[in-house]
Structure formats: C-alpha cells, structure tokens
C-alpha cells in the first residue's frame, strides 16, 4: 500500500495549523504567547495538543509506541477523522459489516461517502469474500466491529489479518470498542505487519468513562501523524487528560470491573434462558447479549414502562424480534429478571 495514494490530495498536501503549544514546548516562566488569560490557573492554559503524557501511559498500559497511538472525542472522532482523511466526498465509498454500530453510516453521510453495507451471515459470522467482492477501486476504508455491535460476536484474528492483506489498497478499521470483554485477541499485536490496519479503542465501555469522551486510534505512525494535522490542535482538554492520567493508573481497578461484568454476564444469560419469552441468546464476546424474544416492541415498551430501558433492535437488519441488553449491576439484572418474569401476568 502507498499511503499517499489513499489519502485526499488536500489532506496529504494540508499544511497543518501551528499551534502556539507546538511551537514552543519546553520549560519557561513567562507564558505571554497564546492570548491566553494569566489567570485562573492552572485551566487558562491550552492544553497539550499531542497529549504526550497520556500517550505515554497508555502505551506502556496496551503495549504500543507513542507515535502510534491518536487520541479523539471519543472513538467517534476517531471514525470521523477516518472519513476525512481518505474518504473524497461524493467520488470515494466504504465497506462495512451489517448490522453494525450506526455511526460508520452517520458519519459517511455526514462526509458524502457511499456507505455499502455487507450483510453478515448464520450467526453472525464474516463472509470475507463477500466483503471483498464489494469493494471497487474507490473503496478506501472497511469498516469490521469486533467484538460486533449490535451482534456481540467477535471475529478470529487471522480472518481479519486476512482481510486487511487481501484489500491492501484500502484501510482496515478493526473497532474494539468491547475487546475487554473478548476472549479473543486484540489486533494491537498485528499493527507493525499490517500498515493498512487501524484498531479502535475507548474509555466509554471497559473503563467506565463514556461521560468523559475519549477514544482512541492505534495505526502505523505514518497514518497517525495525518491524524494529528487533521485533527482540532486542541482537541482533548486539559480535565480530560488528567482524568485518563488517573485512569490509566489505575489499571487493576479496570480489570475488576470487567471481571464483575462478566461474572454478571454469565449469570444474566443463565437467567435469561429459562425465561419462555427468550427465544435465543446469541453468543457474546461483549458487555451486552443479543436476545430474540417472542414480542421485541411489546416486552421493550413494557420494560420501559417499568422503568428498564434496553435497546430495541427490532427494526435492524438480521436482528428481527432482537433486544439488545447491556450487562448492569447484579441488582439492575435481577430487577430485569424479575421484570422479565412477570411480563404477560
Ligand atoms: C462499536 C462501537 N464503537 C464506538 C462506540 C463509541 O465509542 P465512544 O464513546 O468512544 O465514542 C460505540 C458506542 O456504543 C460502539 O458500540
């Protein structure tokens, strides 16, 4: 792959914006440079535009460089940037699994992109020729969740290692948003033998930080170093690096939570099984079950009246009569169970 051959022209040529924090980065004690105001501290500051403290943390926490590591406004940032780096409005288009997490779509309408979608098969599982045949000349970004939102299911490693060598002139999105929760394996150990190959990470699920809105984008340092002209100089603020900096040391905290929730996980489904309402619970590799009930509307607007909101994935392709339920507290699960049990009395 010849990268310049994959991103807009403008972009490659995009001369970025210098931001008074980039010019001047070392120690001093007269800041008088960026019109900032010299009281109020320690927030009158910009904050650090690359995020090197962060970065530095997160790549000793997942084993990764920091010149490979982007930070965004949540993983949402992180697929836009996607778009609007490789993605011409109106002339390029994209590939993607469905059902899968809706922003790909949002976001390819947003940039003028031609979202084409490749419905998944028995199971869920990956149809890698069928995903390939889709693609054209045009085709610059595949977009594969995993483990899979809505689905929950997960794909092998080496299947996706597949698709990114066999479609070498586009880029590879691999969001693991839920990777926590897998028993399969991240795709961060394949980042240096796939340049095409970008892996997604969040704090929203795991880490328990979807209010704080930070994301993550792991790829080769040549992708990465377009992210950073593309993005906002200064697009993770200052309470937000701190916050992740307190995170990040925090680790083991992380791994018992996720520990809890698939405890929890595991009951949840036993539980759901011996329910007559439940039709099938479709393996899940995430924080969330896939579950076919006998009436999806009818059991979602009755939980809703009882005051427990799951999602409804009624209306999504494949997930016909489906409820989407996220894994709580055992005390949430319980009240769910119960709810469950006393539906149609
Ligand atoms: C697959 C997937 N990717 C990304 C996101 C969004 O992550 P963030 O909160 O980091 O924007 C979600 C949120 O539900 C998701 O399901």
């Known amino acids: 792959m010849n990268l310049k051959d994959i991103v807009r022209p403008n972009i490659w040529n995009l001369k970025p914006y210098s931001s008074a924090r980039s010019e001047f980065k070392g120690e001093a004690s007269v800041w008088l440079d960026a019109n900032e105001n010299p009281l109020n501290q320690p927030y009158n500051r910009y904050p650090d535009p690359l995020q090197s403290s962060v970065k530095a943390a997160i790549a000793r926490q997942k084993g990764v460089a920091v010149e490979n590591i982007f930070l965004g406004v949540g993983s949402d940032e992180c697929i836009d940037i996607v778009y609007r780096t490789f993605c011409r409005p109106g002339v390029d288009n994209v590939v993607a699994i469905s059902p899968s997490y809706g922003m790909y779509e949002v976001c390819a309408d947003v940039n003028d992109v031609e979202y084409r979608k490749v419905r998944l098969g028995d199971d869920f599982a990956l149809d890698v020729d069928a995903l390939l045949a889709a693609t054209d000349a045009n085709t610059r970004v595949l977009w594969i969740c995993s483990p899979n939102n809505p689905t929950g299911n997960a794909f092998d490693a080496n299947l996706l290692a597949d698709i990114c060598r066999r479609a070498e002139n586009a880029i590879a999105v691999v969001d693991e948003a839920?990777?926590?929760?897998?028993?399969?394996?991240?795709?961060?150990?394949?980042?240096?033998?796939?340049?095409?190959?970008?892996?997604m990470q969040t704090f929203s699920k795991a880490w328990g930080s979807a209010a704080v809105r930070l994301g993550m984008a792991f790829a080769s340092?040549?992708?990465?170093?377009?992210?950073?002209?593309?993005?906002?100089?200064?697009?993770?603020?200052?309470?937000?690096?701190?916050?992740?900096?307190?995170?990040?040391?925090?680790?083991?905290?992380?791994q018992q939570w996720?520990?809890?929730?698939?405890?929890?996980?595991?009951?949840?489904?036993?539980?759901?099984?011996?329910?007559?309402?439940?039709?099938?619970?479709?393996?899940?590799?995430?924080?969330?079950?896939?579950?076919?009930?006998?009436?999806?509307?009818?059991?979602?607007?009755y939980l809703c009246r009882r005051g427990i909101i799951v999602r409804n994935r009624h209306r999504v392709e494949l997930c016909e009569q489906c409820l989407r339920i996220t894994v709580g507290t055992n005390q949430e699960n319980v009240t769910l169970i119960e709810a469950l049990k006393e539906y149609g009395k």
């Open 178 to 199: 839920y990777i926590d929760f897998s028993s399969k394996p991240t795709m961060l150990r394949e980042l240096a033998s796939l340049p095409n190959l970008i892996v």
């Open 221 to 254: 340092k040549e992708i990465i170093d377009i992210f950073n002209k593309v993005k906002y100089p200064y697009n993770i603020n200052q309470l937000t690096q701190e916050y992740a900096l307190r995170m990040l040391e925090n680790a083991s905290q992380v």
């Open 258 to 301: 996720v520990q809890m929730l698939l405890d929890e996980r595991g009951k949840l489904v036993a539980q759901l099984q011996m329910l007559p309402i439940v039709k099938h619970i479709y393996a899940t590799d995430a924080n969330f079950v896939l579950v076919r009930v006998s009436d999806a509307c009818d059991i979602y607007q």
